[in-house]
């Protein structure tokens, strides 16, 4: 599972990783949150004969999708993940794998390890260990409201995770490789079961967990510190139960 990541990269960062034109200046962000707007990277329309413009565009959508089908938004789950072995076939997620796949660019992103006997957790901060920017597979919808507005959504696709990172979660985003942005994308010409070979859990020491204060866990704690590296927590101590949020916001 992924519930919080950040980008903290440059726009130009951003632009060479991604091949994108010029995309207009934002400021990092440490504390990336559902139902926030995040950067994804989509296909971009067909180009005339000739053009010199990228083929890839970015654009601001929801972090967590809606089915163009939900009736009521407050009654429906939040879907910020979607497992990808199941992707192509689950009725929430299967026509955005088929015709919207999405890229969502990272500086890395923030898992908790999680004691259930005691309800204890250490939060962890997962970053590039060559400190560069990645690209989370995505997969995207635009839902229309009742009054006819539209908003597009997005949800990161997770794998089994791998064995090094195993210890703190059984599930980590998918992370592709440059090589394969293309492949991802093009939905006219490549399938689900064409790109099925992408969605795996990064290679062993692509990444490295750096444990980090409870700071996280608040959605208002936005700037840099929440990164700073502590020294983890022995895991086994009774927490109390805290109350309940919805977790849909109040983006509607």
């Known amino acids: 599972m992924c519930g919080r ?28 949150a559902p139902t926030q707007p995040i950067m994804v990277i989509t296909a971009a329309p067909l180009r005339g004969e000739g053009s010199n413009l990228p083929d890839r565009q970015a654009q601001l959508m929801r972090w967590g999708l809606l089915p163009a089908w939900v009736k009521e938004v407050k009654d429906f789950p939040l879907l910020i993940n979607a497992r990808s072995e199941t992707a192509d076939t689950k009725p929430s997620f299967r026509n955005a794998m088929r015709h919207r796949r999405t890229i969502v660019p990272a500086s890395g992103f923030y898992e908790w390890q999680r004691d259930k006997p005691s309800g204890q957790s250490q939060a962890y901060w997962v970053r590039p260990k060559d400190g560069g920017i990645v690209g989370f597979a995505a997969v995207s919808e635009t839902y229309m409201s009742a009054d006819g507005a539209e908003i597009d959504t997005v949800a990161l696709l997770t794998a089994t995770s791998n064995a090094e990172f195993m210890p703190i979660h059984d599930r980590m985003p998918v992370v592709l490789q440059p090589a394969d942005f293309s492949r991802w994308l093009d939905c006219c010409s490549g399938e689900p079961r064409h790109v099925a070979d992408l969605l795996v859990a990064p290679p062993l020491g692509v990444f490295e967990a750096i444990a980090i204060s409870d700071d996280v866990n608040k959605v208002v704690n936005t700037d840099s510190s929440i990164q700073t590296r502590v020294e983890p927590k022995k895991l086994g101590e009774k927490l109390r139960d805290k109350p309940a949020t919805n977790p849909q916001g109040s983006l509607f």
Request: glycine share 4%; net charge negative; no cysteine.
């Open 5 to 32: 990541f950040s980008l903290i990269h440059t726009p130009e960062a951003v632009e060479a990783a991604f091949g994108l034109a010029t995309i207009e200046a934002f400021p990092p962000r440490y504390n990336i």
